[in-house]
């Protein structure tokens, strides 16, 4: 490469490991995270059913969706204002934090568990619904490099809404992002028995020992 166009690309370099290595304190996290307690738990372990947990979730994942309601791309009226002031590094901080914090553990319900275990691990091929697990994990932890986050131990009725906002199109996430086409793709052929089925499913999910 000629020198000229090393000197060139130098800034854009820099900025972009910058920001790879903009990482979250979990400490400088704790003491933001007191405005998010309300609603998602002291320890991200959120006090009401339809409100996501966040302890245990990926790191990178949570500030994506921090930052995609930041910035108005993912909507809601309760979490936009919460956070349409933070920097990128009391967002990382945030995202530390709560990932940095233990998840619950919770049960499934046993009438529907059968029914969710089967989409869960084997989707339904001739009605194009792909098996939850091949994305999520045979345990639902997820893929943090795929952006991929966990589902395990999630509150039922949180995922349910999440479900049904992807089915119908109110995904709430960024329409630009390839991982944020994905989930209405998935959703979109699920029944509602099926949807409240897996949720349930997920909620009880325990990782391997
Ligand atoms: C008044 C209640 C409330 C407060 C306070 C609040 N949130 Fe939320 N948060 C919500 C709700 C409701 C949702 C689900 C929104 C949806 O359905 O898209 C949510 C979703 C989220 C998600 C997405 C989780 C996921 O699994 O996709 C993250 C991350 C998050 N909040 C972080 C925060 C942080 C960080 C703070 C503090 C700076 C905060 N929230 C404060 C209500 C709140
Ligand atoms: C091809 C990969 C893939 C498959 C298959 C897949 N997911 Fe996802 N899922 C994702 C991605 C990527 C996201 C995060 C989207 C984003 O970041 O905007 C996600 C997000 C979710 C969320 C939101 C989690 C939260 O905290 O808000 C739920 C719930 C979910 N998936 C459930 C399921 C279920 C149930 C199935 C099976 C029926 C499934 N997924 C199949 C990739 C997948």
Known sequence: MQRNMIKLLMPALLLMS???MAEGNVDKGQSLSGTCAACHG?????VNP????????????LGRQIKLFRD????????????????DQDVADLAAYF???????????PDSV???RKIYQGGDKERNIPACMSCHGPTGQGNPLSGYPVLANQHAAYTVIQ??????????????DVNGQIMADV??????????????????????Q
């Open 187 to 208: 959703a979109r052929y699920m029944t509602e028995e099926e949807i409240d089925a897996v949720a349930s499913y997920v909620q009880g999910l325990k990782a391997a």
């Open 114 to 116: 059968e029914l969710g």
């Open 42 to 46: 002291m320890d991200g372990n959120s």
């Open 99 to 109: 990932a940095a914090q233990k998840l619950k553990l919770k049960a499934a319900n």
């Open 18 to 20: 910058f920001n790879l």
């Open 163 to 176: 479900l049904k906002a992807y089915k119908t199109g109110k995904s709430m996430v960024d329409k630009d």
């Open 50 to 61: 339809i409100w996501p947990s966040l302890a245990g979730q990926h790191e990178a994942y």
């Open 72 to 87: 108005g791309q993912r909507e809601n009226a309760m979490m936009a204002p919460m956070v349409a002031s933070l920097s």
